[in-house]
């Protein structure tokens, strides 16, 4: 009796440190398929879209997921706002002069610049300009309200220059490029749009009307960059497009040199006036015709 007791092991001893073949290739499996980690970018776009598919992500949430993961491979040039698009202030301008270019663009942010669009002196916020609504245009200096600029290459990655963003709280940056001279300006929105799609507000327009907008019976607020065609089409009108594509370089050719601010030209029916020229290109127009067209006769 007593033989027997010594040379009978516990049971469970055995089971616990040998498991059998089959249940360690079970757990093998289990423990295999929980640690498997995607290897690129592919093959982890390829498990969310898995995901999207089994419902487990909507897909406004895969759209969002895969504008993340582009963002950390793009780079500033490819989202920037270039330099003949961007909207400047001078530091010479009067409020008079800089005003309606303000109130015309819609923005909240204006680099401001010195002799030439390469020479930025800092940041113009809109909201700053509200004092001037109580306290009068007396004694103004746009000196002493613009902002510190930014100034970044375009080649920083926007994944980088978000983080900038958000640390510094700071939402435009100025671009140059390899020779220091000013390329574009960038916005927090311009990458946030990459992540998430077009964000508008109450300031964005149609695309279809955005070149021509009508702001009385005979008064239309016109961007030079219009092409002629859609301009003719607004007005039916027969403005020739056989050495120009854009309503700027017509008025610019009825004048024969670079206007400035208020300066007025005809072509054919149309009056157009200045609203805001910088020193390379006319940028915004007033437009009204002679005679407008009666539209109810026979």
């Known amino acids: ?63 969002i997921i895969e504008g993340a993961l582009d963002v950390s491979s793009q780079q500033v040039r490819e989202v ?87 640390e510094n709280r700071y939402h435009m940056a100025v671009v140059i490029d390899e020779y220091g001279g000013v390329s574009g300006v960038v916005t927090i929105e311009d990458i946030l749009e990459e992540i998430v799609g077009e964000i508008e507000d109450e300031t964005d327009e149609e695309e279809e009307d955005s070149f021509i907008r009508k702001v009385g019976d005979n008064d239309f607020i016109v961007k030079a960059l219009t092409p002629i065609e859609d301009f003719n089409e607004y007005f039916d009108s027969e403005l020739s497009d056989e050495e120009f594509d854009t309503v700027g370089g017509l008025v610019m050719q009825s004048f024969g040199h670079l206007p400035g601010r208020d ?16 020193n390379r290109q006319v940028h915004l127009l007033r437009v009204s015709r002679k005679q407008a067209p009666d539209t109810d006769a026979e």
């Open 1 to 63: 009796m007593a033989t027997s007791m010594t040379t009978d092991e516990p049971p469970s001893s055995q089971s616990s440190s040998k498991p059998r073949s089959g249940e360690k290739n079970w757990l093998e499996k289990l423990f295999g398929a929980f640690s498997a980690e995607p290897k690129s970018r592919d093959e982890l776009l390829d498990i969310i879209k898995d995901a999207a598919e089994n419902k487990l992500v909507d897909a406004e949430a895969l759209s």
């Open 80 to 166: 920037m706002i270039p330099r003949s698009q961007m909207v400047v202030v001078s530091l010479q301008d009067s409020p008079e002069e800089f005003l309606p270019k303000i109130i015309e663009s819609g923005h909240s942010r204006f680099p401001v610049i010195g002799e030439s669009v390469d020479d930025i002196r800092g940041i113009l916020l809109a909201k700053d300009l509200l004092p001037l609504v109580l306290k009068g245009l007396q004694d103004f200096s746009l000196e002493e309200i613009i902002r510190p600029a930014n100034i970044i290459p375009e080649s920083k990655r926007l994944n980088i220059l978000l983080r900038e963003f958000r």
């Open 263 to 278: 300066e007025i030209t005809q072509l054919g029916e149309f009056r157009f006036r200045v609203l805001y020229a910088d």
